[in-house]
C-alpha cells in the first residue's frame, strides 16, 4: 500500500480527492454528453425506426449497469481499484473516440453527394464504440466512489461523509453541463465535401473530455493510497456460501445443534476473518432488496415524465422550454439541494437531537419519491381534463369542413349541422361505426347527396364538401396529442390546381386539388409558408403562420381571394394549456428523495462493506438500478392502464409499500464497523503468531473508513 505523505491534505481533505472529484466530473460530463444524442443519432443520423432506436438505447443504458460487477471482480481480485480505473478509462476513452468517427458522414461518402454509400459501416462501429463504452464506464463505476472512499483516515467519517456528497454533486455538475451544451454543438453544421448536422464533434467534445478525465486521474497517482486486491475474493465467496448451504443441509437433522447464522456452517472450511466479512456483504444485500423500486420511479424522469411534459405548455415567462428539456430541472436542483442538505439540513436535525442514520436518510427519499409521484398523478388529472376526445374501439370521429362558397347542410344520425362557407363544425361528432348508417349533403335548390365511403374505426375523419354533390373524406392520422410538444400542421386545398408548400425546409410536394395533405409537425413560434404554383402570382406565395404554441394541430385552407391565394386557419386539436412550471413540485421531491436516498446510498454501501470487497458492495448497489429500470418495463407493460394518472399512482402506491417494508428491515440492521472488526481479526492473529517478528497486519484489512 501507498500511503500519502504528510501534509497532503487541504481544508482537512486528502488532496487526492480533489483529481478524483475533477474526474468524476469530466467523465460524467462525457457520458451523458454522449448518452444525450443517441436517440436523435439513431432516428436522424442511421436512419433506425423509433422502436429500433429505443429498444437499442435501453440495451446500451442496461448494459452500463450491469458491468460494473465485472469492474468490481476485476478491482477486488485481480487489478485494485487504481489499475482497473486507469485500464478501462482507456477502453472508454477508445469507445468514445469510435463512436464520433462513426457518426463522420464522410467516412461512406464516396462520392461526395452528401449521402452516406454504406450506413452499415457507420452501424458497426457505433455499436462497437458503444459496447466499449458500457464497459468502460460500467467498470469504473463502482471503483471510482470506492477508491475515493479508502483515501481517507480513521476519524475522518464526516469528511468522508462530505466527500461522497462532493462526488455526487460532481457526477450532476458534469451531467448538467453537457446535456446543455452537446445538443447545441449537434445542431451546428460541419464537415469535409457537404454540410450536416454536428454529430462528429458533439460526440468528440465528450471523447475529449473522458481523455481529460483520465489524464487528471493519472496525474494525481502519487497521492492516492493503493490497497493490493487479495485475489478472486468473488470465488472464496461463493465457495464458502455453497460449502455453508450444502452442510446445513446435511445437518439439517434435530441432533444436531443450531449455530447463530447459518453462515456459521462454513467454520469447518473456512477460516473466520472470511466468514465474517461475507457475513457483512450478506447483510448489506438483503437491505438491497427493496432498493429497485425507488430507482423503477426515479428513471421515469426521462419517459413518462418527459411524455407528460409533450401535454404541456413549455412557455415559462419570457422563456420556451422543449419538454426534454425539463430534465435538466433535476440536475440544477441536485447541484442546488445537495449542499443545502449537506450543510443546512443535516446539522439542524442533529441539533434537534434526532438520530438521522444512513437508513432512515434512506426511507425518507423513497418516501419522498413515493409522494413525486402522487403529484405527478394530480398534475396529470388536471392534463387529462384539458385533452381531446380521440376515438376507442370501433368508434370513428367525423368533422365537416366546407371549402366551397355555398352554405351546406350535413346530417348524421340523430345531428344536423349547416355550415357557412369557409367554415367547420366545431367538434368532431362520435359515432359507433356500426350505428354510423347514413350521412347525407344537402344545399339549398339542389338535391340531396349520400356519403358513401367506409369509415375506419379507431381514427379520426374530416369530410371536406364544396358543393352538394362533390366531397372528399381524409383520414386525419391524428389519434393522440402530437409527440415531444410539437404542432402538426396540414393544407387543403381548394383552389383548381396542386401545389406545393415549403414550411421550416419541409415540403408538402403535390396538394391536389380539394384534398388535403399530411401532418407534418413543427416546433413552437412562427412559421413562413411558401406556396409554389405555376397559377399563383410570385407577388403572393409568401405568407406568416399563427404563433404555434405545444401539442397543437391546425389546418390551413387554401383558396383564392381578389387574385391572390388566402390561407384561412381551422384548430384540430387545441394547445396545451397546462403550464410545464406544474411539474417543478414533483421534479423538486423526487430531487430531494435522490438527495437523502443516493448520496447516503453510496456512502452506507461503502462503511458498511470489508476492506475488500467495497467495490462488489458499490457493484451491487448500481445493480439495483437496472433491476429498477426491469420493473417499469414489467409494470409498465402489464398493466395497461387506460387512464396514465392510475400508473403513477400505481408506481406511488408500490414504492410507499416498499418504503414501509424497508423501514422495518432497517430497524432490525445493526451498524457495523468493518475496520475495528477486521482489526480485531488482526489482533488475534498476532497473538496467534508471536514468534514471528516480522509479521505486519494485511494492509489490505487497514482500509480506512
Known amino acids: 500500500m501507498d500511503r500519502m505523505s504528510k501534509g497532503q491534505s487541504c481544508f482537512g481533505y486528502p488532496l487526492s480527492i480533489f483529481f478524483i472529484v475533477v474526474n468524476e466530473f469530466c467523465e460524467r460530463f462525457s457520458y451523458y454528453g454522449m448518452r444525450a444524442l443517441l436517440i436523435l443519432y439513431f432516428t436522424q443520423f442511421i436512419g433506425w425506426d423509433d422502436n429500433l432506436s429505443t429498444a437499442i438505447y435501453h440495451t446500451f443504458i442496461a448494459l452500463c449497469y450491469l458491468t460494473p460487477i465485472l469492474g468490481a471482480l476485476i478491482a477486488d481480485s485481480w487489478l485494485g481499484k487504481f489499475k482497473t ?37 457507420h452501424v458497426a462501429l457505433s455499436m462497437i464504440g458503444l459496447a466499449l463504452i458500457a464497459l468502460g464506464t460500467g467498470g469504473i463505476k463502482p471503483c471510482v466512489s470506492a477508491f475515493g472512499g479508502d483515501q481517507f483516515e480513521e476519524g475522518q467519517e464526516k469528511q468522508r461523509n462530505r466527500f461522497f456528497s462532493i462526488f455526487y454533486l460532481a457526477i450532476n455538475a458534469g451531467s448538467l453541463l453537457s446535456t446543455i451544451i452537446t445538443p447545441i454543438l449537434r445542431v451546428q453544421e460541419c464537415g469535409i465535401h457537404s454540410k450536416q448536422a454536428c454529430y462528429p464533434m458533439a460526440f468528440g467534445v465528450p471523447a475529449a473530455l473522458m481523455a481529460v478525465a483520465l489524464i487528471v486521474f493519472v496525474s494525481g497517482s502519487g497521492m492516492y493510497k493503493k490497497f493490493q486486491p487479495q485475489g478472486n475474493i468473488m470465488a472464496k465467496v461463493i465457495k464458502c456460501i455453497g460449502f455453508a448451504i450444502k452442510n446445513r443441509f446435511r445437518h439439517r437433522r434435530k441432533e444436531f445443534p443450531k449455530r447463530e ?39 421515469q424522469q426521462g419517459s413518462r415524465w418527459t411524455l407528460q411534459a409533450t401535454t404541456m405548455n413549455g412557455k415559462i415567462g419570457a422563456i420556451e422550454i422543449q419538454p426534454d428539456q425539463m430534465q435538466t430541472v433535476n440536475a440544477i436542483l441536485i447541484v442546488i439541494m445537495v449542499p443545502i442538505v449537506d450543510a443546512v439540513v443535516y446539522p439542524l436535525i442533529a441539533k434537534c437531537g434526532f438520530n438521522f442514520t444512513s437508513l432512515k436518510k434512506m426511507t425518507v427519499g423513497m418516501f419522498l419519491a413515493s409522494m413525486a409521484f402522487v403529484v405527478a398523478a394530480i398534475v396529470q388529472v388536471e392534463i387529462d381534463k384539458t385533452l381531446p376526445v ?33 367554415s367547420q363544425t366545431n367538434e368532431f361528432f362520435t359515432f359507433d361505426a356500426d350505428k354510423l348508417t347514413g350521412i ?18 379507431g381514427h379520426r375523419h374530416t369530410l371536406l364538401v364544396w358543393a352538394p354533390n362533390h366531397y372528399q373524406v381524409v383520414k386525419d392520422g391524428l389519434n393522440q396529442k402530437p409527440e415531444k410538444g410539437q404542432n402538426g400542421i396540414r393544407f387543403v386545398n381548394a383552389l383548381n390546381e396542386s401545389f406545393n408548400v ?3 425546409g419541409k415540403e408538402y410536394i403535390n396538394v391536389t386539388s380539394h384534398n388535403a395533405s399530411k401532418y407534418q409537425f413543427f416546433p413552437s413560434g412562427t412559421k413562413i409558408f411558401t406556396l409554389n404554383s405555376t397559377e399563383i402570382p410570385e407577388n403572393c406565395t409568401s405568407f406568416n403562420s399563427s404563433n404555434l404554441g405545444f401539442g397543437s394541430a391546425y389546418t390551413y385552407v387554401v383558396s383564392w381571394q381578389d387574385n391572390c391565394p388566402e390561407l384561412k386557419m381551422f384548430e384540430d386539436i387545441s394547445p396545451n394549456t397546462i403550464n410545464m412550471a406544474l411539474q417543478i413540485p414533483q421534479y423538486f421531491l423526487i430531487t430531494c428523495g435522490e438527495v437523502v436516498f443516493s448520496v447516503t446510498g453510496l456512502e452506507f454501501s461503502y462503511s458498511q462493506a470489508p476492506s475488500n470487497m467495497k467495490s462488489v ?21 402489464a398493466g395497461q392502464f387506460s387512464e396514465q394518472w392510475a400508473e403513477y399512482i400505481l408506481f406511488a402506491a408500490l414504492l410507499l409499500v416498499v418504503c414501509i417494508i424497508f423501514a422495518i428491515m432497517a430497524r432490525f440492521y445493526t451498524y457495523i464497523n468493518p475496520v475495528e472488526i477486521e482489526a480485531q481479526f488482526d489482533k488475534d492473529e498476532k497473538k496467534k503468531n508471536p514468534e514471528n517478528p516480522y509479521y505486519t497486519l494485511d494492509p489490505t484489512s487497514q482500509t480506512q473508513m
Open 390 to 422: 380521440f376515438p376507442k374501439g370501433n368508434e370513428v370521429q367525423i368533422k365537416v369542413l366546407n371549402i366551397g362558397n355555398n352554405n351546406m347542410t350535413i346530417s348524421f344520425p340523430g345531428e344536423m349541422v349547416t355550415l357557412d362557407q369557409l
Open 85 to 121: 480505473i486507469v485500464s478501462l478509462s482507456i477502453v472508454y476513452t477508445i469507445g468514445q473516440a469510435v463512436t464520433a468517427l462513426s457518426s463522420i458522414n464522410d467516412i461512406s461518402d464516396f462520392n461526395h453527394d452528401g449521402t452516406r454509400d454504406s450506413v452499415s459501416v
Open 502 to 504: 415549403t414550411v421550416d
Open 261 to 299: 447464522h447459518w453462515l456459521d456452517w462454513a467454520k469447518e472450511k473456512y477460516d473466520e476473518r472470511l466468514i465474517s466479512q461475507i457475513k457483512m456483504v450478506t447483510r448489506v444485500m438483503f437491505l438491497y432488496i427493496p432498493l429497485p423500486m425507488f430507482w423503477a420511479l426515479f428513471d
Open 440 to 457: 347525407n349533403i344537402s344545399s339549398t335548390g339542389s338535391p340531396v347527396t349520400p356519403v358513401t365511403h367506409n369509415f375506419e374505426q
Open 617 to 637: 458492495l458499490q457493484a451491487g448497489w448500481l445493480l439495483t438500478v437496472a433491476v429498477g429500470n426491469i420493473i417499469v418495463l414489467i409494470v409498465a407493460g
